[in-house]
C-alpha cells in the first residue's frame, strides 16, 4: 500500500531529520515507529502526507507517488489520508461536532467549507464516528471543556470521516496518563481490525508497541535500526535502539 524509496529530510542548518530510509508497508498493517525524540519519526510520517517535504526520495501510495503530485492531486490524496497530532488539532471554542464535521472539508464546495454547511448524511456519518469513539453525548460541547482523551477520541473521530485507506498517528498518547492512553490506542486497533484501514502510529514507549503493533520499526538519527516483530525486540535490541541508559521496565 505504502512504499518509500530512500527517503532523506534535510532541515536548514543542515539537520538530517530522515536520512536515506526505504520501507513497505502492506495493507491492513498496524505499524508502529518508534525511537528516542529526534529520532525522524515525526518527520517520516509528515513527509508521508507532504506536510513536510521531502528533500530527496520518492513516496507511493497505491502506486501513485505523492511526491510529484501537484497541489490538487496532493489534496485528492491527502482524502484517503487520515491523520491524528499529540496535541489533538481542534477547533477549541468550536463544538465537538463541528470538529468531526471539518474531517469532511474536502468534499464539499468552497462556499460550503466557508459558511460551515454540510449535507445531511455527513452529520449522520459524524454522529456515528462519535458513537463509535464512546463520545457523542458531548457533540454539542465546546472541544477546550473536554479532558485529553476525550479530545484525542474526537480527532480520531474527524480523521474518520475522511473514510481514509492509511491513518498516521503523531505520538497520539504522548500527552495522556496510562489508562487513557490504552483507551486511545485501542480504538486505533479497532479501526485498523475492523475497517481494514492501515495504521502509522509513532509511540515513544516499547510496551504500547509490543501490545498493539503487527510490526515495529525503530529509528535512530533517521536511520531503520530494527524492522519485524514486537515480540523480537530483546534487551540488546532495546539498549540499541534507546541507549544504556534505557529503562529496562519497558521490555519486562
Given at each position: 500500500m505504502?512504499?518509500i524509496?530512500?527517503?532523506?529530510?534535510?532541515?536548514?542548518?543542515?539537520?538530517?531529520a530522515v536520512?536515506?530510509l526505504s520501507?513497505?508497508?502492506?495493507d491492513?498493517?498496524?505499524l508502529?515507529i518508534?525511537?528516542?525524540?529526534?529520532?525522524?519519526?515525526?518527520?517520516?510520517l509528515?513527509c508521508?502526507?507532504?506536510l513536510?517535504?521531502?528533500?530527496?526520495g520518492?513516496?507511493?501510495?497505491?502506486?501513485?507517488?505523492?511526491?510529484?503530485?501537484?497541489?490538487?492531486r496532493?489534496?485528492?490524496?491527502?482524502?484517503e489520508?487520515?491523520?491524528?497530532?499529540?496535541?489533538?488539532?481542534?477547533?477549541?471554542?468550536?463544538?465537538?461536532l463541528?470538529?468531526?464535521?471539518?474531517?469532511?472539508?474536502?468534499?464539499?464546495?468552497s462556499?460550503q467549507?466557508a459558511?460551515?454547511?454540510?449535507?445531511?448524511?455527513?452529520?449522520?456519518?459524524?454522529y456515528?464516528?462519535?458513537?463509535?469513539?464512546?463520545?457523542?453525548?458531548?457533540a454539542?460541547q465546546?472541544?477546550?471543556t473536554l479532558?485529553?482523551?476525550?479530545?484525542q477520541?474526537?480527532?480520531?473521530a474527524?480523521?474518520?470521516?475522511?473514510?481514509p485507506?492509511?491513518?498516521?498517528?503523531?505520538?497520539?498518547?504522548?500527552?495522556?496518563d496510562?489508562?487513557?492512553?490504552?483507551?486511545v490506542?485501542?480504538?486505533?486497533?479497532?479501526?485498523?481490525?475492523?475497517?481494514?484501514?492501515?495504521?502509522?502510529?509513532?509511540?515513544?514507549?516499547?510496551?504500547l508497541?509490543r501490545?498493539?503493533a503487527?510490526?515495529?520499526i525503530?529509528?535512530k538519527?533517521?536511520?531503520?535500526?530494527?524492522?519485524?516483530?514486537p515480540?523480537?525486540?530483546?534487551?540488546?535490541?532495546?539498549?540499541?535502539?534507546?541507549?544504556?541508559e534505557?529503562?529496562?521496565?519497558?521490555?519486562?
Amino acid at each position: 500500500m505504502l512504499r518509500i524509496e530512500h527517503l532523506t529530510k534535510v532541515f536548514p542548518g543542515g539537520v538530517v531529520a530522515v536520512d536515506d530510509l526505504s520501507v513497505i508497508v502492506a495493507d491492513g498493517e498496524f505499524l508502529v515507529i518508534i525511537g528516542l525524540s529526534g529520532s525522524g519519526k515525526s518527520t517520516l510520517l509528515r513527509c508521508v502526507n507532504r506536510l513536510v517535504e521531502p528533500t530527496s526520495g520518492k513516496i507511493f501510495l497505491d502506486d501513485v507517488e505523492v511526491t510529484r503530485l501537484s497541489p490538487a492531486r496532493l489534496r485528492e490524496t491527502r482524502k484517503e489520508i487520515g491523520m491524528i497530532f499529540q496535541q489533538f488539532n481542534l477547533v477549541r471554542r468550536s463544538s465537538v461536532l463541528t470538529n468531526v464535521l471539518t474531517g469532511r472539508l474536502g468534499t464539499v464546495s468552497s462556499w460550503q467549507s466557508a459558511v460551515g454547511r454540510f449535507p445531511l448524511q455527513d452529520y449522520h456519518r459524524a454522529y456515528a464516528n462519535l458513537e463509535r469513539v464512546g463520545i457523542v453525548e458531548k457533540a454539542y460541547q465546546r472541544a477546550d471543556t473536554l479532558s485529553g482523551g476525550q479530545q484525542q477520541r474526537v480527532a480520531i473521530a474527524r480523521a474518520l470521516m475522511q473514510e481514509p485507506k492509511l491513518m498516521l498517528a503523531d505520538e497520539p498518547v504522548a500527552s495522556l496518563d496510562p489508562a487513557t492512553s490504552h483507551s486511545v490506542m485501542k480504538y486505533l486497533e479497532e479501526i485498523n481490525r475492523q475497517d481494514g484501514i492501515t495504521v502509522l502510529c509513532n509511540l515513544h514507549f516499547l510496551s504500547l508497541a509490543r501490545r498493539y503493533a503487527t510490526r515495529v520499526i525503530a529509528l535512530k538519527a533517521g536511520r531503520i535500526v530494527f524492522d519485524g516483530l514486537p515480540r523480537d525486540i530483546d534487551r540488546d535490541r532495546f539498549r540499541e535502539i534507546y541507549g544504556e541508559e534505557a529503562v529496562e521496565v519497558e521490555i519486562a
